[in-house]
C-alpha cells in the first residue's frame, strides 16, 4: 500500500500551479532576451516585464511605476526598512511584536545602527490595537511596520484602521502581505498603505520573485546598485520569467478567490473543530474568527512541536511548528510567546494550512491519525499527562 502524501504546509510554499508554469516556459527558453537590452529579444521580454507590473498594480489598486520587482518577500521587507532608513538617517522605527524575521532582523539591525526601534504588543489573539499603535507613534517615528495577517497563528490584523492613524500622524505605513495577497481584498489607497510587501510562492506561483510597492512620492535609498533597474531602486537583471509567473499567479487567485475561500474554510473548520473536540488539552491559537481562512494553527500541553511534526511525517502528512524560516533553531516561537504564553506551552505548537489541494479525506486521515500521535507523545514524555 503506497504511502500517504499529505500536504498541509502551504504557509510555507504552494506547489507551482501547471497554468503558470506554462505561462513561464517561453521565458525560459525562446524568449530569452534581457529586458534591458534595447533590441527585438529585449523589448520582447520588456514588454512582458510591463504588462506584468500592470497587473500586479491593478490587483491591489497602484500604479504600475509603484511596483518594484524583487527577489522575494524577504528582499521586499529588507528594502522598505532599510531603504527608508538609509533615506531618513535616524528616528523611530515601530513593528509589532509578532512580524516575520524578515522585518524583526533588519529592524534589529537598525537598532544597532542607532535608531530608535520599539515593538506594537499584540493581544491573546496575536491581534494589534490600533489605539495602542496611535499612543506609541512619537514625532520622530518615521516608519510603521504591521503584517496584514501573521504567517504563523492566521490572526489578521486591521491594517486599514492603522493605515488611517499612520496617514494622520503624518507617517510612513508598511504591511507584509505576503499571507495575504490571492486570499484578502487589498486596495493600498483606501488602506493608507506606503509600503506593501507580496510574494508568488504563497499564491501558487514560482519561488524566488516578489515585489514591493512604494506609493509614489516616498524616497527610499537601493539597497543594490548596479544597472538601475526598476526605477533604479532594484539593479540587476530581471527575473522575467518569474515576474510574468507571478502575475499569472495574482491573476488566477483572484479569480478563484471566492471559491477557494469557501471550500478551504469548511475543511479548515471541520479540522480545528475536530483536533480540539478529540485531544484534551488542545488550544486554537491566534484569532478564532478574524484568520486567514486556512490557517489552523495549535498548541498542545504536554508535548514538543518538533515530536509532532516529525510523527506526522513519517505518517505521511506534511505540516510545520512555525514559521518555515525560523523551524531550524530550536526557540520558542516568539510569535507564541508574544500572545502570553509560556515557553513550555509555545513549544507544543502546530500549525496546519490548507490550499488547493487538500480535500476531505485529508482531514478525515488527520483527525484519525493526530490523536493517536499526541497520546503516544505523552506517554513517552518525562513531564507528560499519562
Same mark, same amino acid.
Given at each position: 500500500m503506497p504511502k500517504k502524501s499529505i500536504y498541509l504546509d502551504y504557509a510555507s510554499t504552494t506547489p507551482l500551479d501547471k497554468s503558470i508554469l506554462k505561462t513561464m516556459l517561453p521565458y525560459m527558453s525562446l524568449k530569452f532576451g534581457n529586458s534591458s537590452s534595447q533590441h527585438e529579444k529585449g523589448l520582447e521580454t520588456q514588454d512582458a516585464l510591463e504588462k506584468a507590473r500592470k497587473i500586479v /498594480? #491593478? /490587483?491591489?489598486?497602484? +500604479? $504600475? +511605476?509603484?511596483?518594484?520587482? !524583487?527577489?522575494? /518577500? !524577504? +528582499?521586499?521587507?529588507? %528594502? /522598505? @526598512? @532599510?531603504? %527608508?532608513?538609509? &533615506?531618513?538617517?535616524?528616528?523611530?522605527? @515601530? =513593528?509589532?511584536?509578532? +512580524?516575520?524575521?524578515?522585518? =524583526? #532582523? $533588519? &529592524? #534589529?539591525? @537598525?537598532k544597532e545602527q542607532g535608531f530608535n526601534v520599539e515593538l506594537i504588543p499584540v493581544d491573546k489573539f496575536g491581534q494589534i490595537s490600533p489605539i495602542k499603535v496611535k499612543e506609541i507613534i512619537k514625532k520622530n517615528t518615521i516608519l510603521v511596520s504591521v503584517m496584514h495577517a501573521n504567517n504563523e497563528i492566521g490572526t489578521i490584523e486591521p491594517i486599514a484602521k492603522i493605515g488611517k492613524i499612520c496617514k494622520d500622524q503624518g507617517v510612513l505605513f508598511h504591511t507584509d502581505a505576503s499571507q495575504t495577497l490571492g486570499k484578502l481584498k487589498i486596495d493600498v489607497k483606501k488602506m493608507n498603505i506606503d509600503f506593501l510587501t507580496g510574494s508568488a510562492h504563497k499564491i501558487y506561483g514560482p519561488k524566488g520573485v516578489g515585489f514591493l510597492y512604494i506609493r509614489k512620492g516616498v524616497k527610499i535609498e537601493p539597497l543594490f546598485h548596479g544597472g538601475g533597474q526598476e526605477f533604479g531602486l532594484r539593479s540587476g537583471t530581471s527575473n522575467v520569467a518569474g515576474i510574468v509567473g507571478l502575475a499569472k499567479a495574482l491573476n488566477l487567485a483572484q479569480k478563484r478567490v471566492h471559491g477557494d475561500e469557501i471550500k478551504i474554510r469548511k475543511m479548515r473548520d471541520e479540522l480545528i473543530s475536530g483536533v480540539l473536540n478529540k485531544i484534551p488539552n488542545s488550544y486554537l491559537t491566534g484569532h478564532p474568527k478574524k484568520r486567514l481562512y486556512n490557517n489552523a494553527s495549535f498548541r498542545f500541553d504536554f508535548v514538543e512541536g518538533e515530536s509532532i511534526v516529525e510523527m506526522l511525517n513519517q505518517a505521511g502528512i506534511y505540516a510545520s511548528t512555525a514559521s518555515a524560516c525560523a523551524s531550524k533553531t530550536l526557540e520558542p516561537s516568539h510569535v507564541l510567546l508574544a500572545l502570553g504564553l509560556k515557553s513550555h506551552q509555545a513549544h507544543g505548537s502546530l500549525r496546519l494550512t490548507l490550499g488547493r489541494q487538500t480535500k476531505e479525506e485529508d482531514i478525515e486521515y488527520v483527525l484519525k491519525v493526530l490523536p493517536k500521535i499526541i497520546k503516544k507523545l505523552r506517554r513517552l514524555s518525562p513531564y507528560g499527562k499519562k
Amino acid at each position: 500500500m503506497p504511502k500517504k502524501s499529505i500536504y498541509l504546509d502551504y504557509a510555507s510554499t504552494t506547489p507551482l500551479d501547471k497554468s503558470i508554469l506554462k505561462t513561464m516556459l517561453p521565458y525560459m527558453s525562446l524568449k530569452f532576451g534581457n529586458s534591458s537590452s534595447q533590441h527585438e529579444k529585449g523589448l520582447e521580454t520588456q514588454d512582458a516585464l510591463e504588462k506584468a507590473r500592470k497587473i500586479v /498594480a #491593478k /490587483a491591489i489598486n497602484a +500604479e $504600475p +511605476e509603484e511596483i518594484i520587482f !524583487t527577489s522575494s /518577500a !524577504t +528582499e521586499s521587507n529588507n %528594502l /522598505a @526598512l @532599510l531603504g %527608508l532608513a538609509l &533615506a531618513k538617517g535616524k528616528g523611530h522605527i @515601530l =513593528i509589532s511584536a509578532i +512580524e516575520h524575521d524578515s522585518v =524583526i #532582523k $533588519p &529592524a #534589529k539591525f @537598525l537598532k544597532e545602527q542607532g535608531f530608535n526601534v520599539e515593538l506594537i504588543p499584540v493581544d491573546k489573539f496575536g491581534q494589534i490595537s490600533p489605539i495602542k499603535v496611535k499612543e506609541i507613534i512619537k514625532k520622530n517615528t518615521i516608519l510603521v511596520s504591521v503584517m496584514h495577517a501573521n504567517n504563523e497563528i492566521g490572526t489578521i490584523e486591521p491594517i486599514a484602521k492603522i493605515g488611517k492613524i499612520c496617514k494622520d500622524q503624518g507617517v510612513l505605513f508598511h504591511t507584509d502581505a505576503s499571507q495575504t495577497l490571492g486570499k484578502l481584498k487589498i486596495d493600498v489607497k483606501k488602506m493608507n498603505i506606503d509600503f506593501l510587501t507580496g510574494s508568488a510562492h504563497k499564491i501558487y506561483g514560482p519561488k524566488g520573485v516578489g515585489f514591493l510597492y512604494i506609493r509614489k512620492g516616498v524616497k527610499i535609498e537601493p539597497l543594490f546598485h548596479g544597472g538601475g533597474q526598476e526605477f533604479g531602486l532594484r539593479s540587476g537583471t530581471s527575473n522575467v520569467a518569474g515576474i510574468v509567473g507571478l502575475a499569472k499567479a495574482l491573476n488566477l487567485a483572484q479569480k478563484r478567490v471566492h471559491g477557494d475561500e469557501i471550500k478551504i474554510r469548511k475543511m479548515r473548520d471541520e479540522l480545528i473543530s475536530g483536533v480540539l473536540n478529540k485531544i484534551p488539552n488542545s488550544y486554537l491559537t491566534g484569532h478564532p474568527k478574524k484568520r486567514l481562512y486556512n490557517n489552523a494553527s495549535f498548541r498542545f500541553d504536554f508535548v514538543e512541536g518538533e515530536s509532532i511534526v516529525e510523527m506526522l511525517n513519517q505518517a505521511g502528512i506534511y505540516a510545520s511548528t512555525a514559521s518555515a524560516c525560523a523551524s531550524k533553531t530550536l526557540e520558542p516561537s516568539h510569535v507564541l510567546l508574544a500572545l502570553g504564553l509560556k515557553s513550555h506551552q509555545a513549544h507544543g505548537s502546530l500549525r496546519l494550512t490548507l490550499g488547493r489541494q487538500t480535500k476531505e479525506e485529508d482531514i478525515e486521515y488527520v483527525l484519525k491519525v493526530l490523536p493517536k500521535i499526541i497520546k503516544k507523545l505523552r506517554r513517552l514524555s518525562p513531564y507528560g499527562k499519562k
